[in-house]
């Protein structure tokens, strides 16, 4: 499967909101509510921010929401922290019991 | 806490092989699929293999498909990764992660392989 399309880079200023899309097709995305964001900060492992589209596990804060249009799935972290600087990975089931991961975007909060 | 170690990593040349390993603790581990992640240095995250609770379903991307084995010993919370006729483009930290077959759950902390003559 192609690897999900998400912009390399988003930045944002504290205090404000930044949105990051994740673009697939009708065959993952667009076909299956099984979206699902991650946060790598530098050196670290990846950690699950949303699953299920909209659905955050426990402790993730909820300035971390989640949304799908179509093929485009999106992550939107609103009141930025200096902490929200990472680098975020969206996946999609694909059918099939596969998962494929976008590229990866660079959050700066400047 | 759901804790999982990744073990096996190194330096290896071009051809050989290595077996990665990763133990579970404080999850029902024969209840879960799991799954390998690797990371190329400087690259994004790439999904590896997958296996079903019980072992007895397992699948592979493209890249890896006839060269990796993943499996599984219930007995002993471990999940293991076979990686045989190994290629300098395997070099990457990889990751074990739990899940089911939609989602990634809980990530181990990485293991370094690399492939150097």
């Known amino acids: 499967q192609s690897a999900l399309t998400q912009p390399p880079s988003a930045s944002g200023s504290p205090g404000q909101s930044v949105t990051i899309s994740c673009t697939g097709t009708s065959s993952d995305v667009g076909g299956y509510n099984y979206v699902s964001w991650y946060q790598q900060h530098p050196g670290k492992a990846p950690k699950l921010m949303i699953y299920?589209?909209?659905k955050r596990p426990s402790g993730v804060p909820d300035r971390f929401s989640g949304s799908k249009s179509g093929n485009t799935a999106s992550l939107t972290v609103s009141g930025l922290q200096a902490e929200d600087e990472a680098d975020y990975y969206c996946?999609?089931?694909?059918?099939?019991?596969?998962?494929?991961f976008g590229g990866g975007t660079k959050l700066t909060v400047l | 806490e759901v804790q999982l170690v990744e073990s096996g990593g190194g330096l290896v040349q071009p051809g050989g092989s290595l077996r990665l390993s990763c133990a579970a603790s404080g999850f029902t581990f024969s209840s879960y699929w799991m799954h390998w992640v690797r990371q190329a240095p400087g690259k994004g995250l790439v999904w590896v293999s997958r296996?079903?609770?019980?072992?007895?379903?397992?699948s592979y991307a493209d890249s890896v498909k006839g060269r990796f084995t993943i499996s599984r010993d219930n007995a002993k919370n471990t999940l293991y990764l076979q990686m045989n006729s190994l290629r300098a483009e395997d070099t990457a930290v990889y990751y074990c992660?739990?899940?089911?077959?939609?989602?990634?759950?809980?990530w181990g902390q990485g293991n370094m392989v690399t492939v150097a003559s």
């Open positions: 299920e589209v909209n």
């Open positions: 296996i079903n609770s019980d072992g007895s379903s397992t």
């Open positions: 992660a739990k899940g089911g077959s939609r989602v990634f759950d809980n």
């Open positions: 996946t999609s089931y694909a059918g099939s019991s596969n998962l494929v």
